[in-house]
């Protein structure tokens, strides 16, 4: 693991769009952690902002089942925007 986190990619067969998932530890707050999901461009063919969009939200659906079955995890939730660029430091009152 390096410092500031851990990075792994999936690719949505459906539309072959890739999306980096990006795990960082959440300083503000013991055992929490930040899931950011981000398209990987493509240099020659592009996706649409719709197939990206809906790509993005496959894989947090995905994320969303296998969190809600697990009785570990007490709190989840998404952003629109990144938090550690909004300056939100407790998700749980945002």
Do not use: H
Request: aromatic fraction near 14%.
């Amino acid at each position: 693991m390096e410092d500031w986190g851990w990075y792994a990619s999936v690719r949505i067969e459906d539309t072959n769009t890739s999306i980096a998932m990006l795990f960082y530890a959440w300083d503000y707050l013991d055992d929490c952690w930040l899931i950011g999901l981000e398209p990987r461009r493509k240099l020659i063919r592009r996706q649409s902002d719709e197939v990206t969009r809906a790509a993005v939200d496959c894989v947090a659906d995905a994320i969303d089942d296998m969190l809600e079955e697990d009785d570990r995890f007490e709190l989840f939730g998404w952003y629109e925007r990144n938090p550690f660029d909004s300056g939100v430091t407790d998700p749980r009152k945002s």
